[in-house]
């Protein structure tokens, strides 16, 4: 077994019984007068794409609910003996996807107007319907979903173990409802000052829904690094873990800060309480979100929507921050702290996954047009690796979200040393753009599919306008030079429309290349980062492996890799500066019989058309402004080989959309 344990290690490591759950998951629940179970499975719909391994529903059903039907074999009930309380919790939960548990509760009794729900995302304790939240106490009166990770997991078990408590599943999320119902019967004391006593014992991250039969009209809910956000609607709240749960009831919203505890309480409204006790107020705000932005209409997928939304994502990115007559560039968020930017000694710029290629592309181009040093990290090495930071330099995060909690990390260790923190974020009033000290907002509208494509594009963009800005700041605007980059840099929606008129010739080439188990994705300068990020795109929503690579690095080891099996993806603009050097590295492949698809740009080349399999055109632009274009055909490429290869293309296995545990 020794020797075989590199084909799999899972149960003689530890088994799944003594690890904690992990989970990034998606909290939604309803405090109100209408149906709980058709709100909450509906907010979890929304939620689905944080996590999808498992749901479930927890609703207070009161006598005055209950319904004649037969309880499912599913649909547990978490009370079996009231002993004479009037209400019980009803549990509805399933592995698998928020369909099932849609079902599940059609055909199940769940009846009641407040309850807690979850999708989950699991990474340990395998997602089985024991695993599935809502968890509940022993006696099945305390019901609790939790995204996070209890960091003292294996302590606080062997504490409850030890009191006699027998845990029903492997989450962390059940010892939490274990120690409210300890607390809670010890002192007697009401469920809120139960849960924040219990909380006391908790190590790590929490975002928690709460509620307990003995106490039927009250809903809590607390966070502690992971978001919540209270939707005030007319005589109802949902709570959830972001807005798009939450816009279908109410556009009245409150973001819950990190320590934050609200107390929901039927017909005496919400108050919101630190973990210590003392009460809050907390700004009450308008959502902007769409209902419509958060639906596919006639798209087969959220992804493909998301692609072919990308003209209009700039445009609105772009909207009252540019003007190229006057060439002003007006980034509101950072106007006070521009001074100290361009004095910076350096620029250090976190994030990760798809961000982190956008970061990198901000690399390029603050360096290029504004002369100052950058560095891009990735948050989870950064914030761990002791890194020599100065309080002069600024350091800026990049997340679609906002609350991918590396990044967030690194945002707290720049804090720590006196750093200026700024935050490029799309989800509005998230974490990570409430903790810095400034930012720049994207405006991409909500991004449902897994896969980033409109909030990469919309990164670059925010990213240019920042180099821009900077370059200004700094006093070189003067020259015509400047003015043509802000106006190629406005004339882009447009060019992105065109390269989407391409979509059926991209369509035709996903189809030849479909099969193929390996790609490698090339390019230069400014193109480098389209070259991981395209290769990242085709691995995580369709499977196949994909490499990205500097062009030239190809010699240094992918090079082996070549064969007539081998599809190179090359990009490379014919007016590229490299474009000779480009030139070179795809006869070097076709040399080993690779096979090359090549972005190009409307430069004619017919030696390039004769000698690549496919060459995609997009329209010419500024050098630096090329990612915002020749990255749209391999979004494209990536959709079509998906949904060739029947993945589940808006939800990637194994992945989830928001990464709050690290
Ligand atoms: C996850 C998502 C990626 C995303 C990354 C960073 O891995 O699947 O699409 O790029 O997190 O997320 P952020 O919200 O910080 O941009």
Redesign the pocket.
């Known amino acids: 077994l020794q020797r075989l344990e590199y084909r799999g290690y899972d149960s003689a490591v530890a088994p799944p019984s003594t690890r904690a759950a992990k989970n990034m998951c998606g909290i939604v629940a309803y405090c109100g007068n209408a149906q709980a179970a058709d709100i909450l499975v509906a907010g979890l719909q929304r939620l689905e794409y944080r996590g999808y391994d498992s749901a479930g529903v927890a609703i207070i059903q009161k006598s005055e609910d209950s319904g004649g039907k037969q309880e499912s074999k599913r649909q547990k009930s978490a009370a079996p003996k009231a002993d004479g309380a009037e209400a019980k919790i009803k549990i509805c939960k399933q592995a698998g996807k928020v369909a099932n548990l849609a079902k599940a509760c059609e055909n199940s009794d769940v009846k009641g107007t407040l309850g807690i729900a979850h999708t989950r995302w699991a990474t340990h304790g395998p997602p089985t319907d024991r695993n599935s939240h809502p968890h509940v106490s022993c006696d099945g009166k305390i019901a609790v979903v939790h995204n996070g990770i209890v960091e003292n997991f294996a302590a606080l078990k062997t504490k409850l173990e030890g009191l006699g408590y027998k845990m029903a599943s492997d989450t962390d999320t059940e010892l939490i409802a274990h120690l409210i119902y300890d607390v809670r019967k010890k002192k007697a004391m009401p469920l809120e000052e139960a849960v924040r006593q219990a909380l006391t014992q908790v190590h790590g991250a929490f975002g928690l829904g709460v509620v307990c039969a003995d106490e039927p009209d009250i809903l809590i809910g607390a966070r502690r690094g992971s978001p919540l956000i209270l939707g005030i609607g007319d005589d109802e709240y949902v709570l959830a873990s972001d807005a798009s749960a939450v816009i279908e009831r109410t556009r009245r919203v409150t973001y819950l800060n990190d320590g934050d505890m609200v107390v929901i309480t039927r017909g005496a409204g919400y108050q919101i309480k630190s973990l210590d006790g003392v009460k809050l107020i907390r700004e009450v705000q308008e959502l902007e979100m769409s209902l419509q932005e958060i639906q596919k209409g006639e798209f087969k997928h959220f992804m493909l929507k998301e692609i072919c939304e990308q003209p209009e994502v700039l445009e609105n990115c772009m909207r009252g921050r540019l003007n190229h007559d006057t060439g002003d560039i007006n980034l509101g968020g950072l106007t006070p702290y521009l001074q100290r930017i361009i004095a910076a000694p350096r620029i250090i710029i976190c ?5 982190w290629h956008a970061a990198l592309t901000g690399e390029y181009m603050i360096e290029n047009l504004a002369k100052i040093p950058v560095e891009v990290e990735y948050a989870s090495e950064f914030r761990y690796r002791n890194p020599v930071l100065y309080k002069s330099d600024v350091v800026v995060a ?7 909690a590396d ?1 967030l990390a690194a945002i707290s260790l720049a804090k720590k040393h006196g750093c200026l923190t700024v935050g490029i974020c799309n989800t509005v009033g998230s974490t990570i753009a409430r903790e810095t000290d400034c930012g720049v907002y994207l405006h991409a509208g909500p991004e449902i599919g ?3 494509t409109k ?1 990469f594009t919309a990164q670059i963009c925010v990213m240019c306008m920042i180099a821009l800005k900077l370059l200004k700041e700094k006093g070189d605007d003067s020259t015509a030079d400047f003015k043509k980059k802000l106006k190629a840099l406005a004339a882009l929606p447009d060019k992105v429309r065109k390269v989407l008129e391409e979509k059926e010739k991209v369509l035709n080439m996903s189809r030849v290349f479909r099969y193929a188990s390996n790609f490698l994705y090339l390019g230069r300068g400014f193109n480098f980062p389209v070259a991981l990020e395209g290769a990242l795109k085709l691995k ?1 929503i369709s499977y196949i492996h994909a490499e990205g690579y500097p062009a030239a690095e190809m010699k240094h080891g992918p090079i082996a890799l070549i064969d007539q099996f081998m599809p190179v993806v090359v990009i490379a603009p014919c007016n590229d500066p490299n474009a000779e050097k480009l030139q070179s590295n795809i006869e070097e492949v076709l040399a080993r019989g690779g096979s090359v698809i090549a972005i190009s740009d409307e430069t004619k080349n017919e030696d390039l058309e004769r000698k690549c399999e496919y060459v995609v055109h997009v329209p010419n632009t500024e050098e630096f402004l090329m990612p915002l274009l020749t990255v749209i055909p391999l979004q494209l490429m990536s959709y079509y080989i998906a949904d060739m290869r029947q993945c589940n293309v808006d939800q990637p296995r194994n ?5 709050t545990v690290e």
């Open positions: 994030a990760c996954g798809t961000s990049v997340s679609q979200s906002g609350e991918t990044t897994v896969a980033s909030a995580e992945l989830a959309k928001s990464v």
